[in-house]
Structures are given as C-alpha cells and as structure tokens.
C-alpha cells in the first residue's frame, strides 16, 4: 500500500512545464525529467517539448560536469524520434540541429538521430522527409539509412533527386547505389527503444561449439609483403573508427604469394610473419565463410563501432565497408562498385580468431583474410578493442 510519505514525496519530485528548467538546474536526477518528456512526446505535444529544449539551450551550462541539462536533450531529441509521424520527424531533425550547436554528445549527432529516425518511421513518412529536408548532408545520411533499413519506396523521385543531388555535389556516399547486393541483404541494424539500443556483433571471440582447430602446417609457398601505407589505409576503413575513437589496434598487410592458384589458407596465414597470428599460434575459425559473413564483420565493425564509441551508422558504415572490401581484393581506389563486387567474388575469403596475446579477448575481435588468384594476393585485416 502507497503510504502518505510516499504520496507526499512523488508530489514534491513531480515535475512539470513550469518547474522543469528550475528543477533541471539543481536536478540530482532526470528520472522525473525524463517521465515528463516521454508522456509529452506520447501525446504529440511538440509544442511543450520545443519550448522547453529552447530554454534548456538557452538557460543551462554544458561543461563536462553539466550532465543533466545534456541528459534531458538527448532525451527530448530521442523520445520525439522514436514516435511515428512526420511532424515528429522534421521536428527531430530540427531540434538536433540546434542542439548540434551548443551540445557536445555523440548521441545527437546526424547520423545518430536519423538513424532513429529511419528506424521508428514509415517509408512514407521518410519519402516526404527526403523532399523537404534541405541540409545536403542530412538528406545524404537519410537517404542510405533508409537504403539499409529498406526503407526507401518503389520508384520514389524523392530518393531519386536526392541521390542525383549528391552525385553532382561528389558526396562521399554517391559512390553507394540505392539498391543492395546479395551479400549485403542480412546485415545487422541497431534497433531503440526509449534509453536504449541493440544490434547483433557478428565477431569476437568465437565459441568452440562455432569452431574447428586447424593443426599447424610448414610453408609451402613463398611470399613477398608488399603493404603500402595507402592500401592498408583502406583496408582498415572499416575499423579506423576502433582506433581512432575507442581503445583499439589493427593490423593490415598484403603479400604476393608464390604458389599454386588455390592455396590452403587456414595453415597460410601462420606463416607470414603477422603480429595478430604467430606460427605456433592454435587457429579458430567460424564454420560460415564467405562473403557475405565477411562483409556482415566490415559492415558491424565501421557501423556499430567499437568498444567506447558509437560507430558510422547505415550510411558511412556500409561505405567504409566497401573501401576495406575494395582494399582487401586489390582494387584501386576509384574502382566501381560493381567492380569490387565482381572481383570480391572471385576471391577465397576466411575469418579467423586466435587466443594470443594480441587480441584482447573481449568482444570486438577481428580476423580476415582474403586470397585473390588472379592478383596472387593474399591480404589480411586483424582488429581488436577492448572496454
């Protein structure tokens, strides 16, 4: 049973229009600011919510001790985000615009809010956002979310203007097509709720029931390393937001390999000399190995990120991806995307986990290698973050 005391203390921490900005400022908590915005934003007022992100930009300081004022922004940006219906829609993206300006978080970035906005609205809705959104960059990271969650309508002009607008601007994402190949159709997308996310990581250490040991083998090649800074830089696109942003460390070489056209490469990859995988080294490998488990491993890695850090999301992520598959098959850097397609599918491919002292062991670890005949290359990616 609720008693008096009880009844009496909720009262007292009930927040409301009038109380929020003073209660936010000496706010030892947001529990109480966060249930007022949600039920807000449940029933569609917009109005209360925009008047109040106005004044808590306007009013409240945002140092790095200042956490509630950003706490309740974020919370504003993502509850009217997560409703359905356009109003909510173009009303996110013009809050995290303003926020943008004054607010230092990683949760309201572009790329961030949009793709909860993506994930929470209709193909409709998105399709009328493409033609009313302006920021070239917004329309971009809108346009390929929408791509990925498979939300973009048949024959839509919107989607079509947009992707011709960032052709003739060069944006980097023009490179992307509207349509997925089949290697891309099951990737892994984050999904909200309201003060959460959660997405499937198709690496890290693999469990024995996933594996099968390879026993160590004598090489029966000979090989020549030809990395170039430029290459590896490529081939580690996927995973630069793992270094650059959280704790992590990569490897990215490339051999020319005298053998025969179909080379063995479980025992290989032993043998050249990595820092990720010695000689003496007891190999794991998945039981899928192809492409598309390959490029599911590129496309988490640069999407979702690593372990401190947010990643690329839908867009940048996937076009990180293609960079390290076009780094790893070899194919030069304005290659095509069908190219890379084309050339990645002629490629031997295998994913591959170790034990050692290299990886961290925790949950962001990676291990690929790719074998083109044609070119004789044999390139490897090994990355790996730890909390």
């Known amino acids: 049973m609720t008693s008096f005391f009880d009844l009496f203390r909720r009262r007292n921490t009930m927040v409301t229009r009038r109380s929020f900005i003073p209660s936010l400022k000496r706010a030892k908590d947001v529990n109480s600011h966060y249930e007022f915005i949600d039920s807000c934003a449940r029933v569609g007022d917009l109005d209360t919510l925009r ?37 909510n829609a173009i009303a996110t993206v013009e809050l995290a615009k303003l926020a943008n300006q004054r607010v ?15 994930a929470a609205q209709s193909g409709a809705v998105i399709d009328k956002l493409l033609s009313t959104v302006s920021d070239l960059e917004a329309k971009a990271i809108l346009l390929h979310e929408a791509v990925m969650r498979k939300k973009v309508l048949t024959n839509s002009e ?18 992307l097509p509207l349509t997925l190949f089949d290697f891309e159709d099951e990737l892994s997308l984050p999904s909200y709720q309201l003060g959460s996310a959660g997405w499937g990581m ?20 000979a090989f020549t390393e030809k990395t170039t800074t430029e290459r590896a ?22 051999f020319h390999v005298d053998a025969p056209e179909s080379l063995i490469l479980e025992p290989a990859i032993r043998n050249l000399g990595l820092e990720c995988v010695g000689p003496s080294d007891a ?46 098959v070899g194919c030069g850097e304005t290659a095509a995307i069908n190219d890379v397609a084309r050339v990645a599918g002629d490629c031997e491919w295998l994913l591959f986990s170790t034990s050692n002292d290299w990886y961290y062991q925790v949950a962001w670890d990676i291990g690929i290698a790719c074998w083109n005949p044609s070119l004789r290359d044999l390139t490897i990616l090994a990355a790996t973050d730890t909390d």
């Open 104 to 118: 230092e978080s990683r949760h309201i970035r572009p790329a961030a809010v949009i793709s909860k906005i993506v």
């Open 283 to 328: 190999l794991a490998f998945p039981e899928k190995q192809s492409l598309k488990e390959v490029f599911a491993v590129l496309f988490a890695a640069a999407s979702t990120g690593g372990a401190y850090n947010s990643g690329e999301f839908a867009g940048y992520g996937r076009l990180s991806a293609w960079r390290s598959l076009g780094g790893l």
């Open 202 to 221: 198709p690496f890290g250490p693999h469990g024995s029931e996933q594996t099968r040991e390879v026993a160590s083998a004598e090489a029966e090649f």
């Open 233 to 254: 830089t490529r081939i580690a696109s996927a995973i630069k937001n793992w270094a650059e942003e959280s704790n992590g460390k990569f490897e990215a070489r490339t």
């Open 158 to 175: 919107a989607a079509t203007r947009s992707a011709a607008l960032l052709a003739s601007h060069r944006h980097p994402l023009a490179f």
């Open 51 to 87: 008047h109040l992100f106005a004044r808590i930009l306007e009013e409240c300081p945002f140092g790095p001790t200042h956490w509630a004022p950003r706490a309740v922004t974020e919370r504003i940006i993502e509850a009217v985000a997560l409703n359905d219906g356009y109003d």
